[in-house]
């Protein structure tokens, strides 16, 4: 079962454009929602990640916008360029069992064009 | 600098082989994991532990069993590899009871 939802799985943006990615969940315990970053041959990196408790944060280029009633959030790349091309993750995670558990979404492969 | 290490970038075996990875880290983290990415699926948790000699399972632990017999090393261990276990395996680790953490770079393992 897919608990969050991804999308687009692929994405072109002109350099100095706006990558914007989508993530939607069902889980309501679901209680803090991380960004990955992945660039080829390297590990998932946390990239940004937010509270249910706010609406937006803001690191640099890159911004989340989170809609609790929705359940949907998203990442925003302002002035993308080429070095941003990677894959990102959307993630959510909730307590079970006594363990945080993270739910991974299936991926968004960014590619920034000159 | 924080590290987590896999002792292969790629590894092809036979089907039916036994198949071990390896991970270290370097930053005293009490929490390690196996994930394997495939795509479309994004990551899914095979093996988790929380201590040494503790393991839990993830949410795919079938075809796969774990070893942590230190604190900075966390194998992962295919009894029999099968062909729909080709895939990226990945490693993290974290210090806090959080799945979110550092990964190392991966190992893209193929089987035959």
């Known amino acids: 079962q897919q608990q969050v939802k991804q999308s687009p799985q692929s994405l072109i943006v002109q350099k100095g454009g706006i990558s914007i990615i989508n993530c939607a969940y069902e889980?309501?315990?679901?209680?803090?929602f991380p960004w990955y970053q992945q660039f080829p041959g390297k590990g998932p990196a946390l990239l940004i990640a937010i509270r249910p408790d706010v609406s937006e944060k803001k690191e640099g280029r890159f911004t989340i916008s989170f809609n609790k009633s929705a359940k949907q959030f998203s990442l925003h790349i302002m002035d993308s360029q080429p070095g941003d091309s990677a894959t990102y993750f959307c993630a959510a995670t909730h307590y079970s069992g006594g363990y945080q558990k993270v739910t991974f979404g299936t991926g968004t492969k960014l590619q920034v064009i000159p | 600098d924080v590290k987590v290490t896999q002792s292969s970038r790629y590894l092809v075996k036979r089907t039916g082989e036994k198949v071990f990875l390896e991970c270290v880290q370097d930053?005293?983290?009490?929490?390690m994991f196996w994930y394997r990415q495939d795509p479309g699926l994004g990551l899914r948790l095979i093996y988790f532990s929380y201590d040494v000699k503790m393991k839990e399972k993830g949410d795919i632990p079938e075809g796969y069993s774990v070893s942590r017999e230190k604190k900075e090393r966390f194998s992962l261990i295919l009894e029999s590899a099968s062909t729909n276990q080709t895939s990226m395996y990945l490693c993290?680790?974290?210090?806090?009871?959080?799945?979110?953490?550092?990964f190392g770079p991966g190992t893209r393992l193929t089987v035959l």
């Open positions: 889980n309501t315990a679901f209680d803090y």
């Open positions: 993290a680790s974290s210090g806090s009871r959080a799945s979110t953490g550092f």
């Open positions: 930053m005293d983290h009490e929490n």
